[in-house]
Nanobody, 113 residues
Framework: QVQPVESGGGMVQAGGSLRLSCAASGNIFGFGTMGWYRQVPGKQRELVAR???????TYADAVKGRFTISGNTAKNTVYLQMNSLKPEDTAVYYC???????WGQGTQVTVSS
């Protein structure tokens, strides 16, 4: 499976929203559950949301109620809708199948106060 490509990052003020996209050239769920991760320089990458092949979702406590992960199998794309953004959400966001080994380039999200 070709590595999915993340997009949709940018700079937004606190309280704003962004929608990230993770697009694959083939079956986005071909490797099973998909996850959105984020990483801040100097810190470990963390899993913020995941969606299974059946549509079941889970979220990290820090984003619960603000972020929504969804998938569109017809478009081979997984999304991360991020609302009520906070400065502490600033990070590079990556998408990857939980079972996959390799990371993509990620997309930068910057939230200003």
């Amino acid at each position: 499976q070709v590595q999915p490509v993340e997009s949709g990052g940018g700079m937004v003020q606190a309280g704003g929203s962004l929608r990230l996209s993770c697009a694959a050239s083939g079956n986005i769920f071909g490797f099973g559950t998909m996850g959105w991760y984020r990483q801040v320089p100097g810190k470990q990458r963390e899993l913020v949301a995941r969606i299974s092949t059946t549509g079941s979702t889970t979220y990290a406590d820090a984003v619960k109620g603000r972020f929504t992960i969804s998938g569109n199998t017809a478009k081979n794309t997984v999304y991360l809708q991020m609302n009520s953004l906070k400065p502490e959400d600033t990070a590079v966001y990556y998408c990857k199948a939980i079972a996959a080994l390799y990371w993509g380039q990620g997309t930068q999200v910057t939230v200003s106060s």
